[in-house]
């Protein structure tokens, strides 16, 4: 699968063996750009696909600290996420790993966990975000893609850019 930006109202996405990357360009400063992708105020905006909110987000910025999350359905269901970071640079990257949570944020089975490589790449007072989200097999990528994960990462990166757009996340 490979997507140009224009597809996807500028989100380009290609499929590899065991990863997909997504990539988008922002109209803000890569420091912004890092600080809507690390801050919970921010995060709660965007994180979720439209019609979903992201009602608790607690972020621990460190190596070895954890990003918990929920993500609400409209019909009120909860859904949580875990995410342990290894690397952080700021404002060029940061890599963590993801997997699906409980309240709690004990790691569930209900989806493989993943390695995510954000890179953050100042161009012009713009933001070009690349994201790479790797899996140890390629049947766990393909798990992941049938569940939709780049449809909904899609929305959440073009949310994202409408809120830069508005000026509603500014430094």
Known sequence: MTTSPSENNGVATRVEEKEFIMERIFNAPRELVFDAYTQPEHLKRWWAPLPYTVPTCRIDLRPGGVWHYSMRSPQGEEHWARSVYREIVRPERLVYTSTFADEHGNPTDDIPEQLNTVT?????????????????????LQLTLKMGMVEGMTMTMNHLGELFEKGEISA
């Open 120 to 140: 953050f790449e100042p161009l012009d007072g713009k933001t070009k975000l690349t994201i790479r989200v790797g899996f140890d097999t390629a049947e766990n």
